[in-house]
């Protein structure tokens, strides 16, 4: 289980850092929290020649929040941080929830937010409440800025968007609708640090009448490569009055639309039938939230 060798780099500012990224491109990797890097180096998966660690460069760290315009949040927080955070739970609730459930409280003091979607795997905790939030990535190089949501980010298992020599330097989650709440959960084997069999998260957002919802995005994690956005749940529920029938079919036609697969954790039967469950529990849950109830 030992590291191969490499030559460690914790750059200060982000132009040092961007200037590292893109003259040692493919050799190196960026070191943010390590708890899968450090992991995949150990199983020799990688041997990357040098490690580019991030954790000493303020401004990729902080969460920030402007009223009216939403939430900043820098690809180095860690996990514990927005666990804790106040404006986190109040505003982008579901985030909160995932954060609370993402393996133990060492590996949320070490992980962060950035590392969670770049290892895009499929069971990641985060980018399922991050995409239902409506979050944007913010990726940069020496050559410049680029922006993308979430979902366009995250391509497959374990790939991403990223070129050589760009890093993931923030998330931008838009001010949440009035009216408006969110809400996630997830199915495992076991109760504690189990990796996820699926994991959904819903945001609604309700007309004035407080019955009639007016938008909805639904994700699925773990059922697909990458986090599926419903089409078919928000096509079957947008613009209707919110009803116990309602959410029964639109449970069936999310389950219809995750492409799960049957691995040690579990069986794609099991993991559609999870679909169905967590669909009406989150709809549930996210209606009485708005609802105040
Ligand atoms: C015991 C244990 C339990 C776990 N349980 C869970 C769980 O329940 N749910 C879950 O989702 N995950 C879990 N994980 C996986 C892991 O903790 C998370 O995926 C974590 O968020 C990764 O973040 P990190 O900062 O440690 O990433 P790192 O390991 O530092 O990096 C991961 C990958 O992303 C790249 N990267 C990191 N940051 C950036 C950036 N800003 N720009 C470009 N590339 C970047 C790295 O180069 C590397 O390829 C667990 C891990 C362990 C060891």
Do not use: W
Not at 258 to 275: F, T
């Amino acid at each position: 289980m030992f590291l191969n060798h490499f030559e460690y780099f914790a750059p200060k500012t982000p132009a040092e850092t961007l200037e590292l990224a893109s003259r040692l491109g493919n050799k190196a990797k960026i070191l943010a929290g390590g708890t899968d890097l450090l992991i995949m180096m150990k199983e020799k998966l990688i041997k990357p020649e040098c490690l580019i660690d991030i954790n000493e460069v303020q401004e990729f760290k902080g969460i920030s929040y402007e009223p009216g315009k939403g939430a900043v949040i820098g690809a180095a927080v860690k996990i514990s941080e927005i666990e804790h955070s106040e404006l986190i739970r109040e505003k982008y609730f579901a985030l909160y929830q995932a954060a609370g459930e993402l393996g133990s409280v060492q590996v949320r003091c070490m992980a962060t937010i950035g590392g969670n979607s770049c290892h895009a795997s499929p069971a990641a905790e985060t980018p399922t409440p991050l995409i239902a939030l409506g979050a944007k990535v913010v990726i940069e190089s020496i050559s410049g800025t680029r922006e993308m949501p979430l979902e366009e980010f995250i391509l497959g298992n374990r790939i991403t968007a990223l070129k050589e020599g760009e890093i993931l330097t923030k998330f931008i989650l838009p001010e949440p609708a009035k009216k408006s709440a969110s809400r996630y959960a997830y199915i495992g084997l076991r109760d504690a640090m189990e990796i996820d069999a699926v994991n959904m998260a819903v945001n609604m957002v309700l007309d004035d009448d407080g019955r009639t919802i007016k938008d909805l995005k639904l994700v699925m994690g773990s059922v697909s490569p990458r986090p599926i956005v419903s089409a078919e749940v928000p096509g079957m529920l947008v613009g209707k009055e919110f009803s116990s029938e309602l959410v029964e079919k639109a449970a069936v036609a999310a389950s219809g639309e995750a492409k799960p697969i049957s691995d040690i954790r579990a069986s794609a039967e099991y993991r559609r039938e999870m679909v169905v469950v967590l669909t009406r529990r989150l709809l549930k849950e996210a209606f009485d939230a708005v609802r105040g109830v």
